[in-house]
């Protein structure tokens, strides 16, 4: 009888070994899964709080190349804003759009239009329409507004189709319309169509009417799915 308790001991003693070993194991995956967002990556509290000083260090860094005194190095540092995911950059592009030298700004301009930069849209509607901007400036300044789809820029556009430009500005403005996709610009492009006296032109408001009717509906969003978009609601007062 007593010859067994040592058998004994040392089952109870495997036993507890195996339970603090499932436990240890559960700890780490509950850990696993608290650290996992629900597409099975890393929250963004994590990713962002890793990511936030490298976008930083990144963004200081390209901002240095702006201000060189080098024409090579400004484009750089334009190209490398145009990487950088923080509201700061974008500001500096904007403000590169107006830089005496005519490389950064097209530079500065088409970057806008590559990353889709609504934040640019008054200032480049602005420049359009300003009398000292070169008409190659502002065709690619009508290219980027139209890779950028803001509506806000229909009706200045179609403002500035109306004027006297040269017909390439103009088949630029329509291609932008085009591009924008907003259904408000139909009407003056529909009367290009038929009226205008380009036939160039003419195909080009043909061409910018057909990619606007064709551009699906923006997808409707049911109201409880729309509380969700729009995350939590605040918090309420303290309860006493």
Known sequence: ???RAPARSRLGGKRVAVIV????FASASAWAQGSLGQDGGPRPSIR???????QTQKLDENVRK????????????????????DPKAIEYLVAATSDPDMRIRVKAIDTLGQIRAKEATPLLVQQLFMRDIDLGTKRRILACLGK???????????????????????GNAIFALGDIGDRAALPPLEN??????????????????????????????????AVDHRGPPPPGPPQP
Do not use: C, W
Not at 21 to 24: E, G, Q
């Open 66 to 85: 702006l201000k060189s005194d080098d024409p090579d190095t400004r484009l750089e540092g334009i190209r490398g804003l145009g990487e950088v995911n």
């Open 192 to 225: 290009l169509a038929r009226d205008g006296h380009d036939e160039v032109l003419r195909r080009v408001a043909e061409e910018a009417i057909r990619k606007i009717r064709d551009r699906p509906s923006p997808p409707i969003v049911p109201p409880a799915l």
């Open 1 to 3: 009888m007593f010859a």
């Open 148 to 170: 950028i789809g803001d509506p806000r820029a229909t009706e200045p556009i179609v403002d500035f189709l109306a004027r006297d430009i040269d017909p390439a500005v103009r």
């Open 48 to 54: 962002d709080r890793y990511r936030a000083p490298q």
């Open 21 to 24: 070993l499932a436990l240890s």
